[in-house]
């Protein structure tokens, strides 16, 4: 897992608009129900979306199957924990997803 800046994040947005790289960018979340309603909003989850960490990782496997060829998918977390860091059971999922399918590359944008 990368972890970069919002720099970092507009350049793979503009490689991305160019049709170089495969992108998608989930943003923020203050919950955990948000960071999970806004995946499933820019993934495209189903509807039987459970709505968990388990079920993100169902859905994140089926959307990393549709892929052919390198995916990054960027994450840029709100504050969801009391110290003003990123939900730890969504970096565990993500962590999880990069381990699974090496054609995935999952970046965390720090803010």
Known sequence: MIHI????VDGLLARARAGTDRVHVV????????VLAR???VLDFPEWFGGNLDALMDCLRDVA?????PWTLVWAPGD????GGADPGVLGVLSSLEEEYPGVSVVVADR
């Open 39 to 41: 995946f499933a909003d």
């Open 80 to 83: 969801t924990e009391p110290d």
């Open 5 to 8: 800046d919002s720099e970092g």
């Open 27 to 34: 943003d923020g979340g203050t919950t955990r129900a948000e």
């Open 65 to 69: 199957d549709r892929h052919e060829g």
